[in-house]
């Protein structure tokens, strides 16, 4: 079935290193993908998106490419703040019915000072 | 953006109350609108689906009996806990989408907890 595989937390970085998160992604039909970010105690965000392969999506310094040959959606941002502490769930569309956004289980990263 | 409001953000209730979540769609008309609970470190797991004037669809393992649902207008939905119970305690997240292809937006979450 469609499925997220997000990689696992915690992960703890100092201010201004470079972030990746890994997302990798199962699904029968041509997704879109999207990265959402949860701030502490509040619901989520989205963060970018990417509707077809080889899309890149960014905001905020985050950026993100569809790549359909490994099934990847992976998050980068080239100098993490410490506000960019969050939650950050990788997603997929499948379709345009009834409910079919999936999400991964969410990384926490802690960006220190 | 789109934003969705959802009241209250934090309630605590004695064992066996029922408490009601809001989940309203303040800039645009949701014909569709989802129920999420997220617990601690853990991903959102959807409850139920509900579009404006007809029944929930509920999830496999969700108690639709516990779980009350009402979509009665395009900007409202109304997600009640029926007989609390501190396994009940939990982070609830409403979202909402305008029809079939659009983008969902999120609330804030609701943190219940049941003492």
């Known amino acids: 079935g469609d499925s997220v595989t997000q990689m696992e937390g915690p992960v703890t970085l100092s201010e201004e290193a470079f972030l990746t998160i890994n997302c990798t992604y199962t699904?029968?039909?041509?997704?879109?993908l999207f990265w959402y970010v949860q701030y502490p105690g509040e619901g989520l965000q989205l963060l970018l998106k990417?509707?077809?392969?080889?899309d890149k999506g960014s905001n905020k310094g985050f950026e993100a490419t569809y790549r359909k040959e490994t099934t990847s959606f992976h998050l980068e941002k080239g100098s993490v703040q410490v506000s960019d502490s969050a939650v950050y769930f990788c997603?997929?569309?499948?379709?345009?019915?009834?409910?079919?956004?999936?999400f991964g289980t969410g990384t926490r990263l802690t960006v220190i000072p | 953006g789109a934003v969705v409001s959802q009241h209250p953000s934090r309630v605590i209730c004695k064992s066996g109350t029922s408490v009601k979540i809001e989940c309203r769609s303040l800039?645009?008309?949701?014909?569709?609108m989802f129920w999420y609970r997220q617990f601690p470190k853990q991903s959102l797991m959807l409850m139920a689906t509900s579009n404006e004037g007809s029944k929930a669809t509920y999830e496999q393992g969700v108690e639709k009996d516990k779980f009350l649902i009402n979509h009665a207008s395009l900007t409202l939905s109304t997600l009640t806990v029926t007989s609390a119970h501190p396994e009940d305690s939990s982070f609830y997240i409403c979202s909402a989408r305008a029809g079939e292809g659009q983008p969902q937006h999120f609330g804030d979450g609701t943190r219940l907890s049941i003492l």
């Open positions: 800039d645009f008309q949701a014909r569709t």
């Open positions: 699904a029968t039909g041509y997704p879109s």
């Open positions: 997603a997929l569309l499948i379709g345009t019915g009834a409910n079919n956004l999936f």
């Open positions: 990417a509707t077809k392969a080889d």
